[in-house]
């Protein structure tokens, strides 16, 4: 038996268009539509409390639940490339609260804290991607770069919050040569993560027609080549990624009159809050 009240469950407020164009996804991850567009529903009342629950924000879930519930298109959220993650949290917001939300910023001049007005549907108009279909060469070698997923990410923040809580604890250590033991093999888990994480953002690597997409041995070649070719490597792939994040708001103050550039971060709590 059908559900009669099924006819006024949620229903989709707005599209969004993916900076990704739904490239980067795994097959069977994503639903595109023919035009691109994917409907973005109203956060549920259950999506509310996940979104302030401090497990869920801890480990990641939280966002992957509110992709899950609020664009069902996606059908796999660990897979979201990192530049779509940004757009779909704005859709979502703009589904679920309006399309306006308050900025509350000082101004550097005059110092008047004020609240502001930001145009969701603006700001997510504004967001663009860095050109991943261009390889770059360095020598004889041709990299080309891809979008971490969300998983890689949250993995690698999760992994980096857990070697600084390790560090947090070294001045406790009173005998200097543990103390200096627990440093090096601190910073040694430091660099893996990082190399890691920079190999993980690298497609393929190609050679003589040969493309080399094992990501045990382009992490091997990162950690072998020299400090000026790697530092080249990851400075492209950090541009890449600097493409894709929002722009700071400019902001005129209310006060005097003072025109500044405020940066907005998309802290979950607050945004859902």
Known sequence: ?????????????LTVKLPSQGKFYPEGSIEMSPTGDLPVYPMTAIDEITAKTPDSLFNGSAIFELIKSCVPNI?????VPSIDIDPLLIAIRSASMGNEMDLESECPSCKNISNYAINLVGLLH???SGNYDQP????E??????????????????????IQ???NKINDISNETEKMKKSSEMMKKLNESTFKLVAESIDYVELNDEKVTNKDYIY???????????EKIRGHGVNLRQKSEIKP??????????????????NVTDFFG
């Open 1 to 13: 038996m059908t559900n009669p009240l099924k006819q006024y469950f949620r229903r989709p407020s």
């Open 75 to 79: 059908k796999d959220p660990w897979s």
């Open 126 to 128: 504004s967001l663009e």
């Open 136 to 139: 770059i060469k360095f020598g």
């Open 141 to 162: 070698l041709e990299f080309k770069f891809k979008p971490l997923s969300y998983k890689s990410v949250n993995d690698t923040n999760l992994k980096q919050f857990e």
């Open 165 to 167: 809580m390790e560090i």
């Open 220 to 230: 091997e070649f990162l950690v072998n080549t020299d400090k000026n070719t790697f």
């Open 249 to 266: 708001i400019k902001i005129k103050c209310v006060n005097c009159g003072h025109e500044y550039s405020q940066g907005l971060t998309l």
